[in-house]
């Protein structure tokens, strides 16, 4: 069965397009090095902005310095615990942010969004802890605090 690649118009095969969305093998490879230009020109974007230097320079004080997370400034706790909360919401949601994360960073991320005024997340977020926390096992050096 003769095919046309919906790019070029050129005849594929039927078997060929099937996972490439009916397109030539030349476009399909032009499709992808595009993708792998722009994650390459997104991975230095990222490398080189501000916010991504103060998160890494946070995250090395908080797990390689003595001091750790005890040793950041208000404001840097702040920014470091509501970054914590959105990466681990985004990667496996409340449950994993509660069972990774102790009841300093919980309060500090509550402090943090009633900074920004984030009342309903906030309300959420403490609703979550009242249902989640009798389920999930917490890591074993949160248990006793999660469970105070
Ligand atoms: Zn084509």
């Known amino acids: 069965m003769k095919v046309t690649c919906n790019k070029c118009g050129a005849e594929i095969f039927s078997t060929f397009s099937e996972n490439m969305d009916e397109l030539c093998k030349a ?3 032009a499709i992808l090095q595009k993708i792998e230009i722009a994650e390459h ?3 230095e974007q990222m490398r080189s902005h501000p916010f991504q230097k103060l998160w890494r320079f946070l995250v090395y004080r908080v797990y390689v310095t003595d001091d750790g997370y005890n040793g950041l400034s208000h404001d ?3 920014y470091f615990s509501l970054s914590v909360f959105e990466g681990e919401y985004n ?3 409340l449950k ?5 994360s102790s009841d300093t960073l919980f309060r500090d991320v509550i ?3 009633m900074l920004l005024e984030a ?5 959420l977020l403490l609703k979550a802890k009242d249902i989640l926390i009798g389920e999930i096992d917490p890591r074993e050096d949160n248990k ?5």
């Open 119 to 123: 009342k309903q997340t906030m309300k």
């Open 111 to 113: 402090y943090g969004l």
């Open 76 to 78: 840097e706790k702040v």
């Open 41 to 43: 020109n997104y991975q």
């Open 27 to 29: 476009c399909k490879q």
């Open 144 to 148: 006793n605090r999660w469970m105070q």
């Open 91 to 93: 990667n496996g949601g």
């Open 96 to 100: 994993r942010f509660f069972s990774n």
